[in-house]
């Protein structure tokens, strides 16, 4: 192979400095070096080794840097000639790497550690350096060794040496000094010396990355949950493709690990598989091992042993049985596997600091039960508590056969749960209000959101205390009522040993199922019908019907059957008829009724305008169901013979709200308000708040935001209602509240709210639905604060949901130029223009394409700040087809522009000239045929800016203004002509800016001092002068109300006095 200019390598060593930190860099500068070595060329051989030394250090190779230091040391030594003052600086700041490389090897001896820093002490002497870095070193291996006393006289000595050029920069000095505070145990001190990088005024390629990660444990103890929130979102982002940064992603793993987020830390250790093969720095190793292991540890501790968990590739006769790491299983092996580290650097330095650490942070306490990080957290899973349903009671058993089943019981359900809860009509099992049910039914057994039965300090309750409040719960409908059965059902199993009477174990199963959500739904099929079977023989044959209707509405495809309502209609008319005999109960006869409607309203809100299923007119349909719920109503009101009676009048009266809503939402608001009176006044206010959602929702469509947001304030601040809410509820209730402050001065509260929206839903387990509808808020909500790492990392996690889960293009669309743009306030232009692209995939789709055209000139900008030249072209050639198409000429006229100047970067002016023609042909043959002045003026703005950037790209052609004494005379030619053509074209700027009156003055004044500079480059200083006068004559006769004419009068102003020391003459340089 032929050797490679000195030149060719020399820059091809320049450019390594642009290339991220990592194992191709370092393969790089390796291949570099060769080279410069063979060409025997000292010099080159100096920059060579220093690049191979900085790709080293900064890489999970730092172990590699020994040998190349050394050599660049020996070299200097011998030959001090061969490196300039850049080289001689960077050698001597290479100690630090040296001294901080050396400590992260356990194999490399104390002693040698502690040579290499007299040896800078020595040489930083030798060169007038001062000893600040050194101490600073000193201090850093002090720490290490957990010598507290030689650490404080260091930071001491530190702190006092005088900063100079070895100095570390102020952003990473900061930072070490507040960790210093955190190992005393002072979080605020830590969190006050931070706050210099943490506020953005200090910072360099490592800050605020490792001080964002550092903060987090420290916000959580001292309150600042938000800040330690929005310090994981953007800090993650920051470090996770950089593989030098393993420990600090070992950081968030630890946070996500003490804030009940393990299964965030679960997504992070799947994202980070690469760390498992980086062993070139045992340190940094070590400490990602600990941060696995305490991951591991907090998810046994919470019954996920055998789980199966994201590990490293097993070596052969190592790693877990089967090839399949469990959180057990990798819990021992990254506890073992750090714990050997340890104890490899204990040995080196003689302390058991490394292992003392180790055992300390593995050993570690979650600080919160959970912090929200508004990001989706996939369920663990396995952790809903298994609830025995007793002898004869498992699907597919026969009555009293002796067999048992378990139940998975999950965190409850909301209005709507089951079917056809996206259509707002809330037809799932729990949504009719009857017996055990309600809005308000959220804490389930394991829901954790509900008041603690039984949980008062005084006595304990007996198990026949606790049945009893069981059965009043299910009588008042409350919330707790499964929690309060699955109390009463444990204690009664303890006490008699015997089984439950079969109305209370109706009672129980029904409430069993009423707490089930989401995917759950389904299993309320054999719940119900157990239940049902137990009604019938506890003689309560009302009860049994509404049993089998949950039964049926708890199936799949129950809205989509047609003869769903037909077999609610039977079930209601066999209640009808026990009715007068005693065999069902006004409020069984009411729950039945209110729950076929509900079925018949979401079928019609399902159905497409003007035909339904079975060829049923929506609007014959719709006024036949106004009249059944106004008949419902009539009847409840006549038998009142039970309280829970008034809570089906507030039902039926609430989806008579949501029918009307529609058509007329002031009538509506007034339902919806009677609805939520009806629900207090039955003495179940927790029934509520499905109404008051939806009061809130049509207050807030019809631009009443502070009502809406008084509405959901008085449930939100209700201290007795809110343990009572159900997660869905809570989550629209915060969702509702946030779009009202929208636009106000509580942007805080905004936030938080869409926080708590994303959480709750989960808890819902609504995560795909209302929790991507949250997620998606909340990263426009950041977004549009200029907090683009947020934005960026709730979009990423929300797409997968939205784009799947079937939710409105649009918001796909949204999200997407939501990440978009923050891709490119984070300097992410080629991630930035495949969102955009893709946001114009979707939009191509709908029948009006500027939203298509408008996307595509996105991607195509995009694609050019990534240096994608060709695609840009293509991206941007379509754009302006697509303005073309839609009659937007204008538009395509800006579109060829930009298309231009990428053609130019790309191609070289030459190719970029006839796409600039091309702008102006179009712009003028459409200014001839414009639809009236408006679009004509326009048009003429735009013919005028295509003119003006015309003349800026003939400039290319020359490489300043021309000058005789300085250019060749092809030079000059060149020169002259560029300008002349510059000049004419600006001045046809002026012309078109002319005939747009006082809307084009912005445009003509700036062309005109244009052109007053050009004329000056030509050499024709009394025209140009003369020029500026005019202008700046005409200037002070416009009014001036922001000033901005008046700085242009004093560039003109400052031109004709310059002209006028120079003679003004005419004569010039060309």
Same mark, same amino acid.
């Given at each position: ?877 379509? &754009?302006?087809? /697509?303005?073309? =198409? @839609? %009659?937007?000429?204008? *538009? #395509?006229?800006?579109?060829? !522009?930009? $298309? +231009? ?109 244009? &052109?007053?500079? /050009?004329?000056? =480059? @030509? %050499?024709?200083?009394? *025209? #140009?002068?003369?020029?500026? !006068?005019? $202008? +700046? ?38």
């Amino acid at each position: 192979m032929t050797a490679r200019p000195s030149h060719e390598i020399r820059a091809d060593i320049f450019r390594l400095d642009d290339e991220p930190y990592g194992s191709a860099r370092n393969a790089r500068a390796e291949a570099l070096t060769d080279e410069a070595a063979a060409t025997g060329e000292r010099p080159l051989l100096v920059e060579a080794l220093a690049s191979l030394v900085h790709a080293y250090s900064f890489s999970a190779e730092c172990n590699k840097m020994f040998v190349p230091f050394a050599r660049l040391l020996r070299l200097y030594d011998e030959h001090p000639e061969d490196f300039d003052e850049d080289d001689v600086h960077q050698l001597h700041w290479m100690f630090k790497w040296v001294a901080g490389d050396a400590r992260q090897q356990y194999d490399v001896p104390l002693a040698s550690i502690e040579e290499w820093l007299t040896e800078m002490r020595r040489r930083y002497r030798v060169a007038g350096y001062s000893e600040r870095a050194v101490h600073g070193c000193e201090f850093m291996l002090a720490r290490h060794l957990g010598d507290t006393a030689r650490a404080a006289r260091a930071h001491a000595a530190w702190t006092a040496a005088e900063r100079d050029e070895m100095s570390d920069c102020l952003a990473c000095e900061c930072a070490l000094d507040g960790l210093w505070q955190l190992e005393r145990g002072d979080d605020t001190g830590a969190l006050k010396g931070w706050r210099p990088v943490l506020d953005g005024t200090h910072s360099c390629n490592r800050e605020p990355h490792e001080t964002l990660a550092w903060s987090l444990l420290p916000l959580v103890r001292t309150g600042g949950s938000d800040r330690a929130r929005a310090h994981h979102l953007r800090g993650y982002r920051m470090v996770r493709s950089d593989e030098t940064f393993g420990p600090v992603v070992g950081l968030h793993i630890e946070f996500c690990a003490l804030t009940g987020n393990e299964p965030r830390g679960l997504e992070i250790l799947a994202e980070q598989g690469a760390r498992w093969t980086q062993h070139g720095d045992p340190l940094a190793r070590h400490d990602w091992l600990v941060s696995t292991a305490l991951l591991m540890r907090r998810l046994v501790e919470l019954g996920h042993g055998e789980r199966s968990v994201p590990g490293p590739v097993p070596v052969p006769g190592t790693g877990p049985s089967g090839g399949r790491w469990t959180a057990a299983t990798l819990l021992d092996h990254a506890r073992t596997t750090a714990l050997d580290l340890a104890a490899r650097f204990d040995v080196r330095n003689g302390t058991t600091a490394v292992s003392d650490r180790a055992r300390r942070t593995m050993a570690a306490q979650p600080l919160c039960g959970a912090l929200p990080l508004g990001l989706r957290g996939e369920p663990l899973g396995g952790g809903g508590v298994r609830v025995s349903l007793g002898p004869g009671f498992g699907p597919g058993t026969d009555s009293g056969s002796g067999s048992s089943s378990d139940v998975s019981i999950g965190s409850g359900s909301g209005p709507g749960s089951g079917p056809g809860s996206d259509v707002g009509i809330g037809s799932g099992p729990g949504s009719d209000v009857g017996i055990g049910s309600g809005s308000g039914r959220d804490v389930g057994t394991g829901s954790g959101s509900g008041p603690d039965i039984g949980a008062d300090p005084g006595p304990t309750p007996t198990p026949e205390e606790l049945l009893h409040q069981a059965r009043e719960f299910t009588r008042l409908s409350h919330p707790a009522a499964g929690t309060a059965w699955q109390q009463a059902v444990d204690a009664l199993e303890v006490s008699r040993g015997g089984p439950l009477a079969d109305a209370d174990r109706a009672d129980w199963l029904d409430a069993l199922a009423l707490d089930l959500n989401g995917e759950q739904v389904p299993r309320g099929v054999a719940l119900f019908g157990r239940a049902a079977e137990c009604h019938e023989r506890a003689g309560r044959h009302g009860r049994a019907l509404v049993s089998r209707a949950r039964a049926l509405l708890c199936r799949p495809d129950a809205l989509t059957d047609p003869e769903t309502p037909g077999r609610l209609a039977q079930l209601r008319a066999r209640a009808d008829a026990l009715h007068p005999k005693g065999g069902a109960t006004t409020t069984d006869v009411v729950t039945l009724w209110l729950l076929h409607c509900r079925v018949r309203a979401t079928r019609l809100a399902a159905a497409a305008p003007g035909v339904m299923r079975g060829g049923m007119d929506p609007k014959s349909e719709r006024g036949a169901l106004d009249a059944e719920l106004e008949s419902l109503v009539d009847y409840a009101l006549r038998h009142l013979d039970d309280p829970a009676v008034f809570t089906h009048v507030a039902g039926a009266t609430e989806l008579l709200g949501l029918l009307t809503v529609a058509d007329d939402p002031d009538a509506a608001v007034d339902l919806f308000r009677t609805a939520v009176a009806r629900h207090h006044e039955s003495g179940r206010p927790w029934l509520a708040a499905n109404a008051e959602i939806q009061l809130a929702t049509v207050l807030l469509s019809r631009g009443q935001g502070q009502r809406a947001a008084t509405v959901v304030r008085a449930v939100l601040d209700d201290p007795e209602r809110l343990p009572l809410l159900a997660p869905r509820d809570r989550a629209r209730l915060c969702l509702v509240l946030a779009q009202a402050l929208t636009g106000t001065e509580e942007g805080a509260e905004e936030g938080a709210l869409l926080i708590d929206a994303a959480h709750f839903a989960d808890l819902a387990g609504e995560s795909a639905g209302l929790g991507a509808l949250a997620r998606l808020r909340l990263g426009g909500h950041y977004c549009e604060r200029g907090r683009h790492d947020e934005a960026a990392t709730v979009l990423e996690a929300v797409l997968p949901d939205l784009a799947a889960a079937g939710h409105d293009p649009r918001d796909v669309v949204r999200a997407r130029v939501w990440l978009a743009h923050s891709y490119l306030s984070t300097d992410e232009p080629a991630l930035a223009a495949e969102q955009f692209a893709l946001a114009a995939d979707t939009a191509s789709a709908r029948t009006d394409q500027h939203h298509h055209a408008a996307l595509t000139q996105q991607a195509a900008e995009a694609l050019g700040l990534a240096g994608l030249g060709a695609e840009s072209v293509r991206a941007y050639e379509r &754009a302006a087809e /697509l303005w073309r =198409g @839609l %009659g937007e000429s204008a *538009a #395509a006229v800006r579109a060829l !522009r930009a $298309l +231009a100047w990428q053609t130019r970067d790309t191609a070289g002016p030459d190719a970029a000239e006839p796409v600039m023609a091309r702008a102006l042909d179009l712009c003028e043959r459409a200014a001839l045929g414009a639809r009236d002045d408006a679009e004509r003026a326009e048009l003429h703005a735009e013919l005028g800016r295509t003119h003006q950037q015309l003349a800026q790209l003939h400039l290319a052609y020359s490489d300043g203004p021309p000058s005789r004494e300085q250019d060749t005379p092809q030079r000059y030619a060149e020169n002259v002509a560029a300008y002349e053509r510059a000049l004419a074209g600006t001045e046809r700027a002026t012309e078109a800016f002319a005939t747009c009156g006082s809307a084009g003055h912005g445009d003509l004044f700036a062309a005109e001092l244009f &052109a007053v500079r /050009l004329e000056s =480059g @030509l %050499g024709r200083r009394a *025209a #140009a002068a003369e020029r500026a !006068r005019r $202008l +700046a004559a005409r200037l002070r006769e416009l009014p001036d109300p922001d000033g901005s004419l008046a700085e242009l009068g004093e560039l003109c102003a400052a031109f004709v006095d310059e002209s006028a020391e120079d003679g003004g003459d005419g004569s010039g340089s060309a």
